[in-house]
C-alpha cells in the first residue's frame, strides 16, 4: 500500500518559515491535500490541490508538490500555528486504491 | 454553511457493533458532488479513512476495514451512518464524519468539512 512519510516533529521561532514535507513514491503525481488539526479539534483543511488555500486560511501557508515531495510552507509563523499537519492523497496505483494520510507533523513554535 | 454532527453511544462493549450517526445540516447530502466519509483517529496518534458513501449509496471502504464496516445513507433525514462490527479495544478512537470532494476513478479529495468527533471507547 501507499506510504506517506511526516518527520514527527519541526520547530520553529516566531516571524520565521516552517517547511513541513511529505514523502511519497511519485507524489508529484498526485493531488496532495494539508490538514492543521489543534488539541481536542478536528482537523482543518489548510491546503487542498497541492497548492490551493480554501477561502479564510491565511496566505501564510503556501504548498507545492513534485517528484517525491510535497511540501507545506508556513511563512512568518505565529504562536497559533503551533498544531500537528497532516498530509494526505488519493492513492490509486495500488491494487487496493484509498485515502491515505501521511503520519502527522508536530509543529513547535519556539 | 454545511455542518457535521456525529452522535452515537460512547461506549461500546467488545465484540459487540459501535454505530454511529453524522448528521448534515445547512446543505444536501442529495445534491451530489461529494463522498460522505468516517474517518477515526486513536488516542494520540495519526487520521485513519475508514471509507465513505455517495447520496446513492454507493460505498468504498478502507480494505483493512471493509470486513466489518458498512456506511449507510438516509437522504431522506439527510444522514450517513456507520456500523463496525465485532469491535475491540484497538477500535476505541475518536471517531470524525467529514465530507470529501468527488475526484476521477472512485477517488476523494480534500476533506472540506468535518464533524468536531466523538470518542467511542471499547470496554466491558
Known amino acids: 500500500s501507499y506510504v506517506l512519510t511526516q518527520p514527527p516533529s519541526v520547530s520553529v521561532a516566531p516571524g520565521k518559515t516552517a517547511r513541513i514535507t511529505c514523502g511519497g513514491n511519485?507524489?508529484?503525481?498526485?493531488?496532495v491535500h494539508w490538514y492543521q488539526q489543534k488539541p481536542g479539534q478536528a482537523p482543518v483543511l489548510v491546503i487542498y490541490?497541492?497548492?490551493d488555500r480554501p477561502s479564510g486560511i491565511p496566505e501564510r501557508f503556501s504548498g507545492s508538490n513534485s517528484g517525491n515531495t510535497a511540501t507545506l510552507t508556513i511563512s512568518r509563523v505565529e504562536a497559533g500555528d503551533e498544531a500537528d499537519y497532516y498530509c494526505q492523497v488519493w492513492d490509486s496505483s495500488s491494487d487496493h486504491p484509498g485515502v491515505v494520510f501521511g503520519g502527522g507533523t508536530k509543529l513547535t513554535v519556539l | 454553511q454545511v455542518q457535521l454532527q456525529e452522535s452515537g453511544p460512547g461506549l461500546v462493549k467488545p465484540s459487540q457493533t459501535l454505530s454511529l450517526t453524522c448528521t448534515v445540516s445547512?446543505?444536501?447530502?442529495?445534491?451530489?458532488?461529494?463522498?460522505w466519509s468516517w474517518i477515526r483517529q486513536h488516542p494520540g496518534k495519526g487520521l485513519e479513512w475508514i471509507g465513505y458513501i455517495y447520496y446513492s449509496g454507493s460505498t468504498y471502504y478502507n480494505p483493512s476495514l471493509k470486513s466489518r464496516v458498512t456506511i449507510s445513507v438516509d437522504t431522506s433525514k439527510n444522514q450517513f451512518s456507520l456500523k463496525l462490527s465485532s469491535v475491540t479495544a484497538a477500535d476505541t478512537a475518536v471517531y470524525y464524519c467529514a465530507r470529501g470532494g468527488v475526484a476521477a476513478a472512485l477517488g476523494v479529495n480534500a476533506f472540506d468539512i468535518w464533524g468536531q468527533g466523538t470518542m467511542v471507547t471499547v470496554s466491558s
Open positions: 511519485n507524489i508529484g503525481s498526485k493531488s
Open positions: 445547512g446543505g444536501s447530502i442529495s445534491s451530489g458532488g461529494y463522498y
Open positions: 490541490y497541492d497548492s
